[in-house]
Nanobody, 126 residues
Framework: VQLVESGGGLVQPGGSLRLSCAASGLTLDYYSIAWFRQAPGKEREGVSCIGPNDRTTRYADSVKGRFTISRDNAKNTVYLQMNNLKPEDAAVYYC????????????????????WGQGTQVTVSS
């Protein structure tokens, strides 16, 4: 299983980015996918999660109303649309998945996922 993130970069506060997470070795449609982020000196935190067949989504309170997670099954890719970015959103963003059935109340716990991408850097600065 391989997850590859892309789409990070430098953006001004208030700007937008769309991150992509392309998978190989498993069909993402059947599994829960999450986005995490980690800023320097901080713990990795859950940002968003989408369940199998897109029936369930979860967001961290800090990104609700600004970020949207979605999936393109034909491309076996999950996206994170990030709008109205703030300096505190700056971090390395990772996608993660698990072959196990995800316990939704634990979606933001990084130990629920066994497959991780290498991360993509998001910098928010004027």
């Amino acid at each position: 299983v391989q997850l590859v993130e892309s789409g990070g970069g430098l953006v001004q506060p208030g700007g937008s980015l769309r991150l992509s997470c392309a998978a190989s070795g498993l069909t993402l449609d059947y599994y829960s996918i999450a986005w995490f982020r980690q800023a320097p000196g901080k713990e990795r935190e859950g940002v968003s999660c989408i369940g199998p067949n897109d029936r369930t989504t979860r967001y961290a309170d800090s990104v609700k109303g600004r970020f949207t997670i979605s999936r393109d099954n034909a491309k076996n890719t999950v996206y994170l649309q990030m709008n109205n970015l703030k300096p505190e959103d700056a971090a390395v963003y990772y996608c993660a998945t698990t072959r196990r059935v995800l316990v939704l109340r634990l979606w933001s716990s990084f130990d629920q996922y066994e497959y991780w991408g290498q991360g993509t850097q998001v910098t928010v600065s004027s």
